[in-house]
Structures are given as C-alpha cells and as structure tokens.
C-alpha cells in the first residue's frame, strides 16, 4: 500500500529566499507523482505533473524532480514569495492504479 | 482547461439529515470520478471511485451505506451523506478523470460540511 510522507510539515521563509519540500513515498511503481497547492479552506490547485518515466518537471518558478529508486520527490520554489504561502500537497498513484494517495502537505510561509 | 465544479460549496445541517453533494465536470465528459475527505491538519482520503453508469467502489472502511454516490451521467456524480453525524463534518473534494489515466484528474474547490 503507498504511503506518501512530507517533511517538513511546516516552514517560514522569507520573501526572496529558495526553497525545497520534500516527499518521500514507500511504493515506486507509480504512474506519475504530483504536486498541488492549496489555500486556507479551498481545493487543489494542480503545480505539477511528473510521469514515472520522466526525472523533473518546470513551470515557471517551480521545479519538481522524482527519484522514483530512492522513492523521493522534491519540489523547489524559486525566489519565494508572499503569494506563494499556502500548503503543499504530493500526491502518488497507488501502484497500477490510477488512485491518488496524498501526503499531509507542507505549509509554507513566505514572510515580506 | 478542464474545470470542475462542486455545489455547494459550505452546508450547514442538523445531526440526522441528509445531505447531497453534486460534483460536476463543466467543459469535459468523466467516465470517472473520485470522492475524497479531508479533516483539518490532515491529508485528503480517498473515499470511492464513482464510474458513469455503474456502482461505486469504495475503499476500505468507507461505509457505502452511509455516503451514496450516483454517477448517473459523464459530467455529474453526486455524494449523499446520509443521517449526517458531527463526525462527518468534514471538507469534501472530488474529481474528474478526463481519460481515464490519473494524469488528467481535474479537483473541484471542495465543500465544507459541518453537522450540528
């Protein structure tokens, strides 16, 4: 059964600055891993979108890699900002199906 | 881009009633729909796969009984709690699937429950 685990659950940064979130999942025969945003009391918005056969994904300011053999995926914010607090959702198919399993997200805090 | 609505989006009821959700793909036909719930500080749980014209599957200790679901067409899916309990409040969110692979799953803006 695939777990997906974020680290950390919370991070405060401020404005301008790099990041990277981390998500670690236990099953590596995925069809394809995701990154969402979501905002205070909202639904998902879709960051990124990476195919199992592929190793990163760029839009923008966001970068998303996948080790798939490591089971690790990390999603890099450049030049933060205060926009761009919300919390982060990672999202992995559950082995040869097409079932979403979320990690508990990663709340961002971009400070001004 | 392909969207999704839900409606409504918060609702407020009595312990004991019902209550419909109805998660609709505006601009794309779904053979498949996904229920999921998300409580506070947690993340979203997959609740059922609803597909176009057949019964629900739901995931393990989802009682069927408890949260109905109707795909009666390729852009509708409804969720019906029924006799609603304080813990069945919750953020419902679902989703479409375009073509049937998890690439292509499109997530409404979510409702809120809340049962007094």
């Known amino acids: 059964k695939q777990e997906v685990t974020q680290i950390p659950a919370a991070l405060s940064v401020p404005e301008g600055e790099n990041l990277v979130l981390n998500c670690s999942f236990t099953d590596s025969a995925i069809y394809n891993l995701q990154w969402f945003r979501q905002d205070p009391g909202k639904g998902l918005t879709s960051l990124l979108l990476i195919q199992s056969s592929q190793r990163e994904q760029t839009s923008g300011r966001l970068n998303a890699s996948l080790d798939k053999s490591s089971g690790r995926s990390t999603l890099y914010i450049a030049a933060s900002q205060p926009g761009d607090s919300a919390t982060y959702l990672c999202a992995a198919t559950q082995g040869g199906s097409e079932k979403l399993v979320f990690g508990k997200g990663t709340k961002l805090t971009v400070n001004p | 881009g392909a969207v999704v609505s839900q409606h409504p989006s918060r609702v407020i009821c009595k312990s004991g009633t019902s209550v419909k959700i109805e998660c609709r793909s505006l601009d794309f036909q779904a053979t498949t729909m996904f229920w999921y719930r998300q409580f506070p500080k947690q993340s979203l749980m997959l609740m059922a796969t609803s597909n176009e014209g057949s019964k629900a599957t739901y995931e393990q200790g989802v009682e069927k009984d408890k949260f109905l679901i109707n795909h009666a067409s390729l852009t509708l899916s409804t969720l019906t709690v029924t006799s609603a309990h304080p813990e069945d409040s919750s953020f419902y969110i679902c989703?479409?699937?375009?073509?049937?692979?998890?690439?292509?799953?499109?997530f409404g803006p979510g409702t809120r429950l809340l049962v007094l």
């Open positions: 989703s479409a699937d375009r073509s049937g692979g998890a690439e292509t799953q499109y």
